[in-house]
Each structure stands twice: as structure tokens, then as C-alpha cells.
């Protein structure tokens, strides 16, 4: 006879060890086994679609670094100014757009090695984290070096970006990716191939394709379920037409798909930053945007593609000196949605794997 | 508490604080002790090598609420490595000495924090990590739902003030916090606060 | 999968990911030892802000524009002024250097580079209040040799 037992719940988080950021989870146990999951956010919300509304244009490009998902800043200033120059219809220069990827792809390696690294932790590989950040302040350097901040830059402006690369910075940048390369066969040495981390992960937290299409996954959640859409490809902006890259897809929708997934993206997005060195041209960075832009009467819906998904910026503008409306369609709280989808009927301990593998961050979620 | 409004400054400090005092039957002694001539130079000595013992084993609770934490994980990892000061993380309030407040907190947030820095054991300290958790910084105007500074619900130590403040700038902060530490009359304010009832701390 | 042939595959994933650790105990260490020895922040790193002192006039180089003050995003710099045409000076030039957020538009928008960024980022105090940088505050913040701060010779065009 079944041994049947009462129905518990369990709350994890606001403060926990590995819910990476301030997500309380408020789980329905059977036991061990997990029947129900239901995420409690905004714990870290900022107000900032709000926040827009009151400052200008120019301004608010301090704030999306902040607000948002504050791993990848850089991605999110990409995505505003996209949204404000189609608005505005400004145009940038060609050299502009070429570092804007440059530093795109840069970030995107910088957050999937805050990902590896806090998810390695989870499943208990201390080493991976302190490899992780080895790299990453690899990474931080080369941002300093040409926008002045390690995290929150405040690099692209509407038409551009603040100020062309240093001298040299290139050849710096080359270097990394050298480096950096064989790094990420090291991680797959270390981790890939052990069995703890494999019975840890294979088949754990499956998400079919048709799931993940319905609860809205995108970025590599999507993609390790089978469903090969990245906006890179689909509907390229800046210069991504011109460059040469694969988008990474796994059918089998787990928490090892999802992590190969991203190691591949690290891989691809070196191919993508060398092909942008190499046909950097040269020329202005910057269009002459006043700093009281006036966008006319008009409203605009820019996608891009985040390291955690599909990241649109809508902004509607009343012909004023700052926008109407700025709404955020944040990939990790879409991500989240196909959570309780992942974890129902797994047990306690796989609940940190599975929540590390969707890379949430939750400022993205709350915003 | 109950409404999720964090108590305003004055009222937070005009609470009864819980008694927590850990020297326990040694307050006697050292009262005695600070009494008798040349015993108030015995006390300093221990207390010395005691605060010695302290500011070097600075456990902070692993707590991190915004991009701030992330920095606060890179002075962990590998370039900056924190445990060098003896600064492990500890993952629960009840093991650590020290909170980093790193990040906005918001008005959700704030009891939560306040609960976590009343689960720390005597003395306990307090880093408010960037502008945010300093006073709102980025988000202090037009803004509803960010804590206009963490010290409305928890006393703060040192200010580190960066957004977000480099890996470095916090172990400056860090050491700051461990002279003040090595400076605190620390048995006797415990002695005093046993036989007053009232663990003062601070 | 059978047990020994478990056994022998974590066995030999073990000895590759140990393998791999001891190698790395043998590359150079990453470590900086913080307090006693120190990077070298880049040209352009977003420290402290300050008022540098033009050592031909003796004077910042502000011209009271109030540029500073409009486009701070953080609403954080307070500048007054009094006097009429040549006689203009500044009364209250301050900063909350604990509201900034080091974004940099405030240094992008001077017209005289009167307001620089200092690669100096050890600023953590005791008391809040400390943190609100006076006029002479920033300049005594700025560095007495000229700075190279890369950033400010490309202004906006
Ligand atoms: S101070 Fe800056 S980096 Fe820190 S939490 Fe606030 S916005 Fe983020
Ligand atoms: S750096 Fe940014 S936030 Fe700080 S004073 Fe300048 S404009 Fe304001
Ligand atoms: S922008 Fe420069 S010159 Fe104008 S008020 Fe500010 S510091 Fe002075």
C-alpha cells in the first residue's frame, strides 16, 4: 500500500542561499515530491518602467543598466536605444553599430559565466565558480577600459556610443577571446563528463517544446527544448545579418540541454566578436542627437535577443521630452512562468538545479 | 510589522531589544575587574586580543539582493578572495557577524531584512553596500516602492558608496568595519549591558 | 550500467577533473592581495567625481551652466550661484555622492571639463552624512597632477 502522506507547504526564499537573487518559492510537497510550485515575486521591484516616465530620453540609459537585468547592461542599453532611435529616426553610424555587438556578445559571455558559476555552486563544484570569475574579470577589464564601469557602463547613447575603443583595446580583446576559448573546453572537462553532475542533471526538469512555446520561454531555455528562434536570426538588428553564426539547439528540454545550449552560445559568440573585429570599419561612433530629444508622436516595439531570451523594449512616445510609456518585456519573467511546468514532480534536492538552469535574475523578473 | 511597512528610523531603534549577551557569568568578573586599580589594563589587553579574534573572522551572511551582490560575489571569487581576511560567507544568519546589505532593498523586502539582522547574534554589523542600499541612490526620486536607504530598518556600519561599488571599495569597507571592531571597548559594553538588562551593543 | 562499470567511470571522471585542478594550482594565481597591492583602474574608470584646480587660474573651471545639474539622471548635484556678469561665482557647489550612480552624463555634458572622474574609490565612511561632497570636498578629491581621463577629450560632437 502506497503510504500516503498530508500535503505540506514549504516556503524558500526571500533569503536563500540559491534562489539567486530574492524569489520566494512557496512549494505543495507530497512528501519529498513536489506537487505544486508557485513563485512569489517582486521583492525586487523597482519601479523602473515608471521611473522612465519621468526622466528624459537621454537619461534613461543610466537606468535600464540598473533597473533591469543587471547582468547583462549592456544588452538592455542596446535595447533601449534601438527602441529610441527607431522612434527618433536616427541613424547610426556603421562603426557604432559593429561595437555595439562587439560589446553585446562580450556581455553575453560575462553573464553566462555568472550563470556557470552560481549554477556550479548549486549542484556543488566550487571550482567552476572560481574559474567562472576568473574569466569574467577578464571580461570587466576590457569593459573598464573602454566605458569606465565594471558593471553598470552607460556606454551606448541614442545614436551610438559614447566614445570609440581605445587604442590597442582591440588587440586586448583578441587576446581574451584566445584565451578564452580553450576555457570553455576546460568547463565541459569539468563538468560535462562527471557523473554526479550528469545524474544530476540528464532528464531532470524536462520542458517539451510545445510547453515551453505555450508558457512564452525564450533565449536558451527555448532553444534546449527544441525550438531553434533566436531574434539574432529571426529579425536581425544592429549587424547581425552580416555576421556568421550558429544559433545552439537541443531537443532534449533538460537542465543538461540548457547548459550545453549555453556553453555552445559562449562559443558562437567568440565566432561573432572575432568576425566583428575583423570588419570593424572605421569612422564616427556617434550621430548628433540633441540632449533634449523631442522622438515624435508615435509608439515603437524593438526585439533583441538577451542572453536569457527575447528581450523587447516598447516605448511610446506623446512628442515630449520624455516617454509616455516605457513597457519591458523581460525574458526571465517569462522564463519563470515555465517553471512550475519544470519542476512538477521532482524532488526537493533537483529544485536547485532546475531553478539554476533557467537563469533567472531577478531583477529582470520584478524590474 | 505585519502591514510589510518597515517601522520608521526612530521607531526601530525604541524597540526592546532582545537580551543577547554572550559573555554570560564572566560579566561579574569583568565588572569587578574594571574596578580595581590596574585592572581596567588587564581588561584592554584581553579585549585586544579578543577584538583581534573578531575583526579577523568576519563572517558575513551570504545575502544578496541586487546588482551590488554581484560585485560582492566577484570580491569572493577568484581575483579578489575575500577568505584571505577571513571573511568566509556563511548561508545563515545565525553563524554571521557581519550582513552586506548589497543592492536596493524594496518596501517587500525590508522586514526581511530586518528579520535576518534580528536573527544575527550579538554584535552584529552592518555594510550597506552602494548607493542604493545607502539611501535609494538611482532610485531615490519618482519611485515607490525602493527604501530610501537601508539604515530605516537596520543601524548601519559603514557606508560603501559606488554604484555598484568595485570588489575593492568593498574590502576597503570591510577593513574600515574591522578597525572600528578592534577599537570597541567590547567586554565591558557586554558586561554593562548584562547587568543593565538591555543588550546595547551598540 | 552495471556497478564496476560505474565505479570505473566516475573513478576516471575524477581523475580528469582532479587532473585538470592540479594542473591550475601550477599557472600563474589571479589573486590581487587587495590592500597591499593594487590594480591599476583604467583612464577611464568611473571613480569619485571632483572639481579639478586649474593651476593658471587657481580657480575651477566651472562657468556655472547648470548643465551638470539638469542632466543628472539621480538629481544629485546642487549647484547655486550668485553675483551678476564677471562677478558670477559659485555659493553651493555639492554632490551626494551617495545618490550618484557614477553614470558619467554629468562629465559628458560640461562644456570646460570643470567636473572630471577620479580613479580613487576608496570612499567608505562611518556616517552617511559624510558622503555629501562639498565644493571644497571636490576639490581637494581631485588629484594635484593634471589627469588623463581618455573619456573627456571625445566629447559629444
Ligand atoms: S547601487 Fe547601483 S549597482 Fe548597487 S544595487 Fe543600486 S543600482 Fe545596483
Ligand atoms: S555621475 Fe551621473 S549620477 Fe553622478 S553626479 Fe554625474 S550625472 Fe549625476
Ligand atoms: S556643466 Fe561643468 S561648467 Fe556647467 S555647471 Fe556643471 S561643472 Fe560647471
Known sequence: MPLRTEELLLNMGPQHPSTHGVLRLVLTLDGENITDVRPDIGYLHSSVEKMMEHRTYVQNVALTDRGMDYLIALNNEAAYCL????????????????????????????????????????????TVFLWCFRERERVLDLFEQVTGGRLHHVYFRIGGVYADVPDGWTGACRDFLDYFLPRVDEYHQLLTQNPIFEARTRGVGVIGRREAAAMGASGPVARASGIAYDVRKAAPYEVYDRLEFDVPVQTSGDCLARYLVRLEEMRQSVRIIRQALKDLPAGEVRARVPVAMKPPRGEVYVRTESPRGTLGMYVVSDGGETPYRVKIRAPSFSNLYALTEMMRGWKIADIIAILGSIDIVLSDVDR | ??????????????????????????????????????????????????????????????????????????????????????????????????????????????PIVRRLWEQMPEPRYVISMGSCATCGGPFFYDNYSILKGVDQVVPVDVYVPGCPPRPEALIEGILKLQERIKKEPFLRRQAYAARDGQAGAR | MSAAERVIRGAAALGTGLGLTFRTMFRRKVTVRYPVEKLPTSHRFHGLLSLPIDPETGKDRCIICFQCERICPDRCIHIEAEGKGKERQLSRFDIEMDKCCYCGMCVEVCPTEAIVFVPHYETSTYNRARLLYSHEDLTRAAPKEPIATGIVARRRP
Open chain 2, 1 to 110: 510589522m505585519a502591514t510589510g511597512l518597515p517601522p520608521a528610523a526612530g521607531e526601530a531603534r525604541s524597540e526592546p531589544q532582545p537580551r543577547r549577551t554572550q559573555i554570560g557569568p564572566l560579566a561579574e568578573v569583568v565588572e569587578v575587574l574594571d574596578s580595581l586599580p590596574g585592572g581596567g589594563l588587564i581588561l584592554t589587553t584581553v579585549e585586544s586580543a579578543l577584538n583581534w579574534g573578531r575583526a579577523s573572522s568576519l563572517w558575513p551572511l551570504t545575502f544578496g539582493l541586487a546588482c551590488c551582490a554581484i560585485e560582492m560575489m566577484a570580491a569572493f571569487a577568484s581575483r579578489f578572495d575575500l577568505d584571505r581576511l577571513g571573511v568566509i560567507p556563511r548561508a545563515t544568519p545565525r553563524q554571521a557577524d557581519l550582513m552586506i546589505v548589497a543592492g536596493r532593498c524594496s518596501i517587500k523586502m525590508a
Open chain 1, 83 to 126: 527602441a529610441v532611435e527607431a522612434l527618433a529616426g536616427v541613424e547610426v553610424p556603421e562603426r557604432a553599430r559593429y561595437i555595439r555587438v562587439i560589446f553585446q556578445e562580450l556581455n553575453r559571455i560575462a553573464s553566462h559565466l555568472v550563470w556557470l558559476g552560481t549554477w556550479g555552486i548549486d549542484l556543488g563544484a566550487t
